[in-house]
């Protein structure tokens, strides 16, 4: 299977402050998501990425699928931010299954 | 429009029982996975329906977990009998026509079904 390394694995921010994570992925996908997980076990979609760059809000993405990376970027965080952010990917040749990496446990202060 | 639906949310059984998870894919979804998260894993693929047929049962762990989706609407898992290590979250996921460029390629999840196996 394709492996997946997301970066760092906890992050603990005071509200208001920036991050970015990474995720890196050993070969070349057809889909990349982006999830939040809220302390609640509820997996959120966030970015739909294979490529390219998106923004929601505080929320940005860039895929740069050429070299097998992708970056989340959360400014302004807030304790609402709070919970485990997974990257997945799928492979052309597997459409549909996703893999994902361990997850950024983000831990957001008042 | 509601989203995928789980139940139950949350089960506690005792080693050697069996449980049957349900999930309700998006209406219109004719993609349907099983996702799990066993405890300080990833979490991993369990098998992919395309309407009622199996596309992809590969990360299935073995033979005592059945999953079923009769008329391509919604799906149940059962794990029988359940072990220890089947303790974990199961996550339903959906997705619309994976054909589609853009934004039709995103796959959909549930809340999970928390499982606890003592």
């Known amino acids: 299977g394709i492996q997946v390394e997301q970066s760092p694995p906890d992050l603990i921010l005071q509200e208001g402050a920036n991050s970015t994570l990474r995720c890196n992925f050993s070969?070349?996908?057809?889909?990349l998501q982006w999830f939040h997980q809220n302390p609640w076990g509820q997996l959120i979609n966030l970015f739909y990425i294979p490529s390219g760059t998106k923004q929601n809000g505080r929320l940005s993405a860039t895929t740069v699928a050429t070299e097998r990376y992708s970056l989340l970027y959360i400014s302004s965080s807030q304790t609402t931010d709070s919970g485990v952010y997974f990257c997945?990917?799928?492979?052309?040749?597997?459409?549909?299954?996703?893999?994902f990496g361990r997850g950024t446990q983000l831990t957001v202060w008042p | 429009e509601a989203g995928v639906t789980q139940f139950p949310s949350h089960s506690v059984i005792e080693k050697g029982q069996t449980v049957t998870l349900r999930c309700d894919p998006i209406?219109?979804?004719?993609?349907l996975y099983w996702y799990r998260r066993v405890m300080g894993k990833e979490i991993k693929f369990l098998l992919h329906?395309?309407?009622?047929?199996?596309?992809?049962e590969s990360g299935m762990p073995n033979n005592r977990f059945l999953a079923e989706r009769t008329g391509g609407t919604y799906s149940t898992l059962k794990v029988q009998p359940a072990e220890l290590e089947d303790s974990g979250v199961y996550f339903c996921?959906?997705?619309?026509?994976?054909?589609?460029?853009?934004?039709?390629?995103?796959?959909?999840f549930g809340e999970g079904s928390w499982l606890t196996v003592v």
């Open positions: 070969d070349s996908v057809n889909n």
């Open positions: 997945a990917v799928d492979r052309g040749s597997t459409l549909g299954r996703l893999y």
């Open positions: 209406s219109g979804h004719d993609n």
């Open positions: 996921a959906s997705s619309q026509d994976l054909f589609l460029t853009g934004a039709g390629n995103t796959i959909y």
């Open positions: 329906f395309v309407k009622e047929s199996k596309q992809d």
